[in-house]
């Protein structure tokens, strides 16, 4: 099993930046991806940005050139940075592993870009 703790979400004018950190349970290096995916209010999960074992990256188009994925394996950690954040950013964010043949979630923090 992988337990995930995300943390760094909150309130952010439009424009601005924050940091999301996904706290893993277990090593980076066992687990296949990490992602990031969101909620926006009445809209579906969508995937963000994913990281695999292997250190690929792969974005949402919106996100693309804004936001990084990254890791730290010592600590068992991977990080989002989001810049120029836009008021269509909005929502909760959660970390997901895919560790094995099973999936595991954080449970989520909440980013709001006001206008």
């Known amino acids: 099993q992988v337990q995930l703790v995300e943390s760094g979400g909150g309130l952010v004018q439009a424009g601005g930046s924050l940091r999301l950190s996904c706290q893993a349970s277990?090593?980076?290096?066992?687990?296949?991806?990490m992602d990031w995916f969101r909620r926006a209010p009445g809209k579906q999960r969508e995937l963000v940005a994913t990281?695999?074992?292997?250190?690929?990256?792969n974005y949402l188009d919106s996100v693309k050139g804004r936001f990084t994925i990254s890791r730290d394996t010592a600590k068992n950690v991977v990080y989002l940075q989001m810049n120029s954040l836009k008021p269509d950013d909005t929502g909760v964010y959660y970390c997901?592993?895919?560790?094995?043949?099973?999936?595991?979630w954080g449970q989520g923090t909440q980013v709001t870009v006001s206008s």
């Open positions: 277990r090593s980076l290096l066992e687990i296949n991806a």
């Open positions: 997901r592993a895919d560790f094995k043949v099973n999936e595991y």
């Open positions: 990281i695999a074992l292997e250190g690929f990256t």
